[in-house]
């Protein structure tokens, strides 16, 4: 059986133009998709045995593991909800919904990657564009802290650097490609010029390209320690504001790294000074197929994009406080529930040392780190592949996430509104 313009909801770019085959219940191929999407479609394709839900070990009924989870949660003081970046809309807003009822916090997985991302468009918006547009007009690209052959493999292939477009018809010949890292990578191959910046020094260099931009004198001195020289970031300079559109596609590298939200600050206000003379757009290389839609869900549903608590009966946001790993750190959550992520594996030592001590309530579609020490776990069915939903692209597009395997698992959206139907029951 073949299903046509499959979405891979792997990474940001979450292409939507995979043709999946079935044949005897797996999947066989995925067609157009890279070498991670494949892997994707092919490895959670794959039939299992483990039980749908297991409690302290042992297989035990969807509504046994259900009643577990539910007093687990209800029971507690200040639970933490977190992950939900490779997971359906529909079961974010499931999610959002509970953490509110357990007047706990909850937190995605955007606070330990693009969280100053978002915190430097609230503080002075966000100059953005579609992935479309920057296929059809872009003629200037530039990845800054980003390494897409590695991290969105067919991102310079489908939207920005060789795709063909209504005024790019002839691709990569119509497009200069610039790349700013800290040292050269798989990118940059695919670049016309490399800018080589310091470690730790971007946001010297992101407010010189500021001045520059804006016609005012930057001193050599000012750059001695970027890394970069004057010669070429008046070049660039230059570049970006003759181009006819523009586009910054900002990665870890830069949300990651000192300065953090302020680096970001400083790219959105170099895009907004660039705006007066050309069109010029900026936008996050968001990782996790869905994470833009969690920021999405939690800020239509609380107004804030991660990081929001709810004891207080309203919610509230303040990354560093009711976040994930500084709630872990300071030794204040009592119950975590982890939901299409396994913190286990990814948080600093520091505060998943801390995951040992409190009881876990996890819900992933495959074994992990986490389900290794959750108390209470639940396998769910992979939204993309065993059940349909919502996922955002990088560029807030969002797009409808098919079906194509029977699964014997529930989806994370059936657990969730079940497991709030419940900690209501036990928490009026
Ligand atoms: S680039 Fe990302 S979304 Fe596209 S096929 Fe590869 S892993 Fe999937």
Not at 268 to 290: I, S, W, Y
Request: one cysteine or more; proline letters at 5%; a neutral charge.
């Amino acid at each position: 059986m073949l299903y046509e313009h499959v979405v891979c909801a792997f990474c940001g770019c979450v292409c939507d133009d995979i043709d999946v085959t079935v044949e005897d219940g797996r999947i066989t191929q995925a067609k157009n998709a890279c070498v991670l999407g494949k892997a994707w479609f092919l490895d959670h394709g794959k039939p299992t045995d483990l039980p749908a839900v297991r409690i302290d070990g042992q297989a035990a009924s969807l509504e046994e593991g259900i009643d577990a989870a539910a007093s687990l949660l209800a029971r507690s003081h200040y639970p933490i909800i977190y992950g939900l970046s490779s997971t359906s809309c529909e079961a974010q807003r499931q999610a959002v919904a509970l953490a509110e009822v357990l007047g706990g916090c909850i937190d995605c997985c955007t606070s330990v990657c693009h969280g100053p991302s978002g915190m430097a468009v609230q503080g002075v918006g966000e100059p953005t564009c579609t992935l479309g547009e920057v296929k059809n007009r872009a003629n200037l690209v530039i990845y800054w802290g980003s390494n897409p052959a590695e991290s969105h493999p067919r991102h310079m292939t489908r939207y920005a650097v060789t795709s063909r477009g209504m005024f790019t018809p002839n691709g990569r010949k119509d497009r200069t490609v610039v790349l700013v890292d800290v040292r050269p990578s798989p990118s940059s191959r695919a670049a016309d010029i490399q800018l080589t910046v310091r470690p730790g020094k971007d946001f010297e260099l992101l407010w010189a390209l500021r001045a520059l931009v804006q016609g005012q004198k930057v001193e050599e001195s000012s750059l001695a320690d970027t890394g970069v020289t004057l010669e070429q970031l008046v070049d660039l300079a230059g570049r970006m504001k003759s181009c006819r559109f523009g586009v910054l596609f900002v990665g870890q590298g830069l949300t990651q790294s000192r300065g953090k939200h302020m680096n970001l600050t400083a790219a959105f206000l170099l895009v907004r000074d660039l705006n007066r003379t050309t069109k010029f757009a900026l936008m996050p290389m968001r990782g996790h197929g869905n994470v833009t839609g969690v920021d999405n869900v939690l800020a239509w549903q609380t107004g804030y994009p991660f990081g929001v608590n709810f004891s207080r009966g309203c919610p509230r946001f303040n990354p560093g406080e009711f976040t994930m790993v500084d709630v872990l750190r300071r030794g204040e959550a009592d119950a975590v529930l982890s939901v299409a992520s396994d913190p286990v594996a990814s948080l600093p030592n520091s505060a998943r040392r801390r995951l040992a001590d409190v009881p876990v309530v996890a819900i992933d579609t495959h074994d992990s780190e986490t389900t290794r020490i959750a108390r209470v776990v639940f396998m769910a069915a992979t939204a993309g592949i065993g059940v349909e939903g919502t996922a955002y692209r990088m560029d807030n597009v969002p797009l409808h996430l098919s079906k194509v395997l029977p699964t014997p698992y529930p989806s994370d959206e059936e657990i969730l509104s079940r497991l709030l139907a419940r900690v209501k029951e036990m928490k009026p």
